[in-house]
């Protein structure tokens, strides 16, 4: 194997900087690790998201009442999609929502195919920075992983 491709094995999430085309804010996109047990969607409207885990009692519920056809992945979507508490800025999770700045809200138009791709600001390294509490910071602040099923 060449070193090129030990390189191109590193990247296996296809991560990536971008930048923010509205405030120029550094970013980065990497598709999202089929290792994690959980689907992620994003509000339409401003950069949050829910996590829903594939174990949560409500998700499979939902799971288990549909039929099995071959767009099941899309059809859960819309069924999760429907089931979910809007966003506390009004907006809705989708699975297709654009990906959004965290800075400025603006669309990130570099991603034109959102679905299993996942946003986080760019920037975050340096040996002083203590890369768990401002993770721990940002997930607290875009991603809602309690509280999310209508009544």
């Known amino acids: 194997m060449s070193q090129t491709d030990e390189l191109d094995d590193d990247n296996w999430l296809n991560g990536e900087e971008i930048t923010c085309p509205e405030c120029h804010e550094r970013l980065y996109r990497l598709d999202h690790s089929p290792l994690l047990d959980c ?6 409207s401003c950069p949050m998201r829910v996590d829903i885990s594939y174990y949560d009692s409500t998700c499979t519920a939902i799971a288990d009442a549909l039929p099995s056809r071959d767009d099941a992945y899309a059809t859960l979507m819309a ?3 429907a089931r979910l508490r809007p966003c506390d800025c009004g907006g809705r999770f989708r699975d297709s929502a654009p990906r959004r700045c ?9 991603i034109s195919a959102p679905s299993g791709v996942d946003v986080w600001p760019g920037g ?3 040996e002083e920075m203590d890369f768990d509490s401002v993770e721990e910071q940002f997930t607290a602040r875009y991603f809602r992983t309690e509280n999310l099923w209508k009544h």
Request: glycine share 4%; proline share 0%; with cysteine.
């Open 39 to 44: 689907y992620f969607l994003y509000c339409d």
């Open 79 to 81: 069924a999760l999609e």
């Open 102 to 110: 965290h800075r400025c809200s603006t669309v990130l138009t570099a």
């Open 124 to 126: 975050w390294t340096g």
